[in-house]
């Protein structure tokens, strides 16, 4: 089984606690029987999205010479698209930031969000998923508490992850791992990151096993 990991967050793991969760996920596989990528979506280069990739693509159709930056564009796009469709499962491990992911996660997003990639418009315009055969693993922290009624409206990271690879994509969420509340209750910090970071290791065994029943 081939695993792709998409780690976003460049802070040390000292500080950042989807960092720490990174790190424990990944240490609790060493040695197992997986094929594990990881994509560090601070370490690869990720040119923002916008006009110089619609203006890459319409050179690219009619055989035009690209600028340094389309050529970087098409390059981030196609080595993203390509990891993607290499993996089985691709686990997210990621922060929430201003109540959205990080900019760079948005990035990766862009370049894998795609008609005719990971999705298709069928003969009446009706959307469909074409990422079906993958599965996704969601490991995220927030300092705050989102999980209330009162405060889920506002959380636009984990809700925004299920509807783009749940929803648009059509893949199955396997498991999910949310740390939340170390910042807002710092009495309660210790244990909370404890708590979930031992839920981080269940979760990276349930994949192991997850290859083996395989």
């Given at each position: 089984m081939?695993?792709?990991?998409v780690?976003?967050n460049?802070?040390p793991?000292?500080?950042?606690i989807?960092?720490k969760?990174?790190?424990?996920?990944?240490?609790e596989?060493e040695?197992?029987?997986?094929n594990?990528?990881t994509?560090?979506v601070?370490?690869e280069?990720?040119?923002?999205?916008?006009?110089?990739?619609?203006n890459?693509f319409?050179?690219?159709?009619?055989?035009?010479?690209l600028?340094?930056?389309?050529?970087?564009?098409?390059a981030?796009?196609?080595?993203?698209?390509?990891?993607?469709?290499a993996a089985?499962?691709?686990?997210?491990?990621?922060p929430?930031?201003n109540?959205?992911?990080?900019a760079?996660l948005q990035?990766?997003i862009?370049?894998?969000?795609?008609a005719?990639?990971?999705?298709?418009?069928?003969a009446?315009g009706?959307?469909?998923?074409?990422?079906t055969?993958?599965?996704a693993?969601?490991l995220?922290a927030?300092?705050?508490v989102?999980s209330?009624?009162?405060?889920?409206?506002m959380?636009?990271?984990?809700?925004?992850?299920?509807?783009?690879f749940?929803?648009?994509?059509?893949?199955?969420?396997?498991d999910?791992?949310i740390i939340?509340?170390?910042?807002?209750?710092?009495?309660?910090r210790d244990e909370?990151i404890?708590k979930g970071?031992e839920?981080?290791?269940?979760?990276?065994?349930?994949?192991a096993d997850?290859?083996?029943?395989?």
């Amino acid at each position: 089984m081939n695993v792709l990991v998409v780690k976003a967050n460049n802070r040390p793991s000292t500080e950042a606690i989807s960092s720490k969760m990174y790190e424990a996920f990944m240490a609790e596989l060493e040695g197992k029987n997986l094929n594990i990528t990881t994509y560090d979506v601070y370490e690869e280069d990720t040119p923002f999205f916008g006009q110089d990739m619609f203006n890459a693509f319409g050179k690219v159709e009619n055989d035009e010479e690209l600028t340094d930056v389309e050529s970087r564009l098409l390059a981030a796009k196609q080595k993203a698209m390509d990891a993607f469709s290499a993996a089985d499962v691709v686990v997210f491990t990621f922060p929430l930031w201003n109540l959205t992911i990080p900019a760079k996660l948005q990035t990766f997003i862009d370049y894998v969000y795609a008609a005719g990639f990971s999705f298709k418009y069928g003969a009446e315009g009706n959307l469909i998923p074409l990422m079906t055969d993958k599965k996704a693993i969601f490991l995220n922290a927030r300092g705050g508490v989102y999980s209330t009624p009162e405060a889920a409206p506002m959380e636009m990271a984990v809700n925004y992850m299920h509807n783009v690879f749940g929803g648009i994509f059509g893949m199955e969420i396997i498991d999910e791992v949310i740390i939340e509340g170390h910042n807002a209750m710092p009495d309660k910090r210790d244990e909370i990151i404890a708590k979930g970071i031992e839920e981080v290791k269940a979760s990276a065994h349930r994949l192991a096993d997850l290859t083996i029943k395989v």
